[in-house]
């Protein structure tokens, strides 16, 4: 073999490992990115709701919720409930209007279900009447300024909850003054979500007890299989959804998009798995003789084609543990030092979220493995089936 193709063929080789390092690193990071967003989404999601919402199974308000908490605090895994009651209705401003969900919630256990008090970023989480007699309100960021409205400002909200579909039918109307804004980082909680009090939301909705109960499980993890349990053993009583459940579709397009990315980056490694088969083949080619004398001395063909095979799988461990590396240590960086900022006035945090997980490692690194290992399959196979004669003749 001369010095040129030797070289040219470590070229090869050394091309074939950064391929390998690289899409390795490139998928482990990425992936690391996404779960990080879904660990924030999560997070964000569980901070102004419950792991588990129950209804009456026949979606009617419950006229007795002491009794249903007394009822489900019962089943292990649960720690905590607090009822609340679930509207739409209308609210205004001096200056503008708006359609919203209201969501009227006891201040005293909510706190045992939520972290709603943590998102509180001006004002206080309390319902307490002012001189004026009127009850307080909290309001997310997005719909405060779209109302215009600040601290101690007067909000109006419109019911038609009870009211007969009739001509001349009149809303149902009850003043609040803003006692606290929050900010959840989730559009859709910011800018068309309210709470009021338990009683000022049965007062204005007309509903006697509550629209349904919040759980706390010891797990999230594990609160889809207690809310199955619930559906199971109180079959004819109530209906039980989990957090995943209730944002299904947020949460499946993010599974998705993961898979997607997972795919694509994947055609990294295949880039380099094509270049260990042509520098495997050039190889091949270069040690024609070798083969041969190998063969006339009694070495099988299956032998042969190990040889090539360890090449190419050595290529793919040393990649996969290179990239590895890389890839953690690239995460390890942007989680302690925060190196890419995003702008926090268009995104909800400040900075890539970054959420290493171990499992990921080993799909990433079995993924380049068995491509590596795909890509030894025809050299070897040309390897294995070359003739002695041919070589001989040569």
């Not at 040690?287 to 090539?308: D, N, W, Y």
Request: aromatic share 10%; net charge negative.
């Amino acid at each position: 073999m001369s010095w040129k193709s030797g070289a040219i063929i470590s070229l090869n080789s050394i091309l074939s490992i950064l391929g390998v390092v690289l899409g390795v690193a490139a998928l482990i990071i990425v992936m690391s990115i996404m779960n990080g967003f879904e660990t924030e989404f999560r997070t964000r999601i569980l901070g102004v709701t419950s792991h588990i919402t129950v209804f009456l199974w026949d979606a009617q308000p419950m006229t007795d919720p002491a009794n249903a908490m007394t009822e489900l605090l019962e089943i292990d895994g649960v720690v905590a409930a607090a009822p609340f009651i679930y509207y739409k209705a209308a609210i205004a401003s001096n200056e503008t209007g708006d359609g919203i969900a209201v969501r009227g919630i006891d201040e005293n256990l909510e706190n045992d279900v939520s972290g709603l008090e943590e998102k509180v970023i001006f004002g206080s989480f309390d319902f307490k009447p002012n001189p004026e007699g009127h009850g307080g309100i909290m309001i997310g960021r997005t719909l405060a300024k779209g109302l215009d409205v600040f601290i101690g400002d007067p909000l109006v909200l419109f019911s038609l909850r009870g009211e007969k579909l009739r001509a001349g039918a009149q809303p149902k109307i009850k003043k609040f003054y803003v006692s606290g804004i929050f900010e959840t980082g989730m559009y859709q909680y910011d800018a068309s979500m309210a709470y009021i009090s338990l009683e000022d939301a049965a007062n204005l909705f007309d509903i006697t007890g509550a629209t349904g109960i919040h759980l706390k499980t010891a797990d999230i993890m594990i609160s889809g299989m207690i809310a199955d349990a619930i559906d199971n053993d109180y079959l004819d009583k109530y209906s039980a959804i989990d957090w995943r459940e209730m944002n299904k579709n947020l949460f499946s397009w993010m599974q998705l998009e993961k898979l997607g990315m997972f795919i694509a980056l994947s055609l990294i490694i295949a880039v380099a798995a094509f270049n260990i088969i042509s520098t495997l083949v050039m190889i091949v080619m270069e040690k024609r003789e070798e083969i041969g004398i190998l063969k006339t001395m009694g070495a099988l063909p299956g032998s042969i084609a190990g040889i090539f095979m360890r090449i190419g799988l050595v290529v793919g461990l040393f990649g996969c543990l290179s990239g590895s590396i890389l890839g953690f240590g690239l995460c390890w960086l942007q989680k302690r030092f925060d190196l890419v900022s995003l702008p926090s006035e268009i995104y909800f945090i400040s900075s890539l979220p970054i959420d290493v997980r171990p499992f990921d490692f080993l799909w990433v690194c079995l993924a380049a493995i068995i491509l590596c290992f795909l890509a030894t399959i025809y050299p070897a196979r040309k390897a294995a089936g070359l003739s002695v004669i041919d070589v001989l003749r040569h």
